[in-house]
């Protein structure tokens, strides 16, 4: 059975089945023309929207539809957690070639759906459309943080500490191994970064609410991008300390067996890492974060009055600029 | 000057550039991981999200980029005014063949953005993708509703009268004609119905306060399907008078001169009209509907105790079953 035998409202059902029953603030979900909730109080909104296109962020040939339905969402509840922010609900909006086999599409909702529930938020709408090609997923998904709590990328000032959470570059080593078919133990660890990333939501929670990063970004488009990002928001620049930066050991390795220069860990993107500023000599505002974030922090750079971005190699005992982030279009 | 020349940043830059400064309530706009705003008191919220694809919705080679821009937030802002909901902000979510020239990538935005700002709604962030294929625009929309004066498809009972707003058929005869690029003076307001429809709003926001309707649709998938959608919420049936459907004259006659059957100014989607009920007798309610709303309103049929749904047409004496509705897959 294929997409293009079902109607419309057969798809609809065979996504209300894997969706638990609506909580009592969604008083209109799936099926009216839209979605009305209940805000929760004394908090503010957090929305954010992501897409995910085939050929250009997945290819169906290895990648399974459960990680794309997983990643779909995953991206935009890293976004949140750049923000401090709680999930609430999300819009999940696909375009669906006619030819998508229905399991593949009941697997991909059930990617969805898992990490969903994994964060305890409801899917409140959607749209449905055939494509004339490529299998798309745009997903919108709004949480809450109170006022005090949200994280920007503009309130890092000189001298403030960078942090980086987990390891980088294991996804991009991820990507690369499943594009050559290369399959070891090593590679099975970053494969799954790449296919089921977590997002660091319980981190970018305890993060606002002890009040310990003074900004925080996601390093979807990678760490170069996400230094940057911080300091042209900030209006500062940052000296990362290059032995620091937490690049993944097997992803070193699996950048090395194929010739890739190890600086790609830092500007290919997918990590869904946070990285976040701290006040100098606040690191004791760490504690809850680092205890139950449920994810290692690093400290690798700090902030500068000067607006360059460099890399203080102390091995090598040379200092040399930040390569340039990853870029959509050009 | 083609898409693929620009960086993601240069095309948010050019999008900014055509949008009004962010009002108090929006904390943090574009430009950050995610918005955060803040939410209306004592309002509910009300969600929906719609996508236009290239091949699926639109043909770019009879669609002014402007239209598309135009159509992608119009579908939107019909749902809402359905449920009788102010518009407050959009997500903007675009997929962008690298080959599309930016100066229609600026006609789109412009196209979006003057509806946004008759609208007083603003933009709060978005995503930018390459596509690999088709121009794509997904949408979310938020609006708020006061609790008593939300519309949904479920209030009908038996006895309660329908009512369309406007004419219906307009739309569709404009994309035949589009098609088929025969322009004539009767086809100019039928294209521009199709290419720049205008969402209800005033309308669904008054019949909403007014609590004059008892349930609501929009007719984005055509008469037939809206009466359907209502009489399966609401557990009625529905039986219209054919003669007093207000199907568009000049619709009618694009529709007899290309040889298709009159009946599919009921069964094409593409008009942006609102479907409703209200209580029988109860007509003086729609007085604030009718003097402030904009737009015509028609009486067309009754709900019904039986589940069945039917045309009654008087001129020819005859009663035959309403027509199915629009499927988007099968």
């Known amino acids: 059975v294929i997409i293009g035998d079902l109607t419309e409202r057969e798809l609809v059902a065979r996504i209300q089945d894997q969706l638990p029953p ?15 909730v209940e805000p929760e109080r004394n908090r503010l909104e957090v929305l954010t929207v992501d897409a995910l296109v085939e050929g250009i962020h997945f290819d169906r040939s290895f990648t399974p539809p459960s990680a794309i339905g997983h990643r779909a969402l995953a991206v935009n509840l890293s976004d949140l957690a750049a923000m401090g922010a709680s999930p609430r609900l999300a819009l999940v909006s696909l375009a669906l070639p006619p030819a ?18 994994e964060h305890r ?3 409140a709408g959607g749209n449905l459309t055939r494509s004339p090609g490529p299998l798309m997923l745009d997903i919108t998904v709004a949480g809450t943080v109170k006022r005090r709590q949200a994280l920007t990328r503009a309130g890092a000032r000189a001298g403030d500490e960078l942090y980086v959470s987990g390891t980088i570059g294991a996804a991009a080593a991820g990507l690369l191994a499943l594009r050559e078919r290369t399959g ?9 970064r790449f296919l089921y990333p977590t997002p660091r939501v319980r981190l970018g929670t305890l993060l606002g609410r002890t009040r310990a990063a003074t900004a ?5 488009d990678g760490l170069a991008d996400g230094v940057r990002q911080i300091g042209a928001s900030s209006g500062v620049g940052a000296e990362l300390d290059g032995a620091a930066v937490p690049i993944d050991p097997a992803a070193r390795a699996l950048f090395r067996s194929h010739g890739v220069n190890v600086d790609e860990a830092m500007t290919r993107g997918d990590d869904y890492e946070l ?56």
């Open 100 to 117: 998508l086999p229905c399991s593949d599409f009941d697997e991909m909702i059930a990617g969805l759906a898992r990490l969903a529930a």
């Open 184 to 192: 070891s133990a090593e590679t099975t660890e970053c494969v799954a």
């Open 121 to 123: 938020m409801h899917v």
């Open 275 to 330: 990285l976040f500023t701290v006040r100098p000599r606040s690191g004791s505002r760490l504690k809850a974060a680092r205890r139950h974030g449920g994810v290692g922090l690093t400290r690798i750079g700090v902030c500068t009055a000067s607006r360059d971005f460099v890399i203080q190699d102390s091995n090598a005992n040379c200092r040399r600029p930040l390569p340039a982030g990853y870029t959509h279009f050009r």
């Open 22 to 36: 609506p909580p009592p603030w969604m008083l209109v979900g799936i099926g009216d023309d839209a979605a009305i």
């Open 216 to 220: 925080c970004v996601d390093l979807s």
